[in-house]
């Protein structure tokens, strides 16, 4: 079984940034892309930023500039640095995980979310 845990959801002011991570842990193998989604309440979850294990990203038209992913694969860890944060970034973030098991088997991940509020 594997497990991620998101950190660093806060409530900021807008201009303001804050870093989230996501950490993979239990029975892993091997990391493929690791990914930032969002959703706002009303709204469809949103893919915000991707990771691939050799490091190429890619992101939504309307954080490109603001946000950086990132990931440390001896950590199993992916982080989002969010700057220039707007009140339209307000949601819960999630990340996910494609995790090639110990035993062999692949599989996508998700974590339960952190909460990232930007006042005006």
């Known amino acids: 079984q594997v497990q991620l845990v998101e950190s660093g959801g806060d409530l900021v002011q807008a201009g303001g940034s804050l870093r989230l991570s996501c950490a993979a842990s239990?029975?892993?193998?091997?990391?493929?892309?690791m990914s930032w989604y969002r959703q706002s309440p009303g709204k469809q979850r949103e893919l915000v930023a991707t990771?691939?294990?050799?490091?190429?990203?890619n992101y939504v038209d309307s954080v490109k500039g603001r946000f950086t992913i990132s990931r440390d694969n001896a950590k199993n860890t992916v982080y989002l640095q969010m700057n220039s944060l707007r009140p339209e970034d307000t949601a819960v973030y999630y990340c996910?995980?494609?995790?090639?098991?110990?035993?062999?088997?692949?599989?996508?991940?998700w974590g339960q979310g952190t909460q990232v509020t930007v006042s005006s």
């Open positions: 996910n995980a494609n995790v090639v098991s110990v035993s062999g088997t692949w599989r996508l991940y």
């Open positions: 239990g029975s892993i193998f091997s990391i493929n892309a």
């Open positions: 990771s691939t294990r050799g490091g190429t990203t």
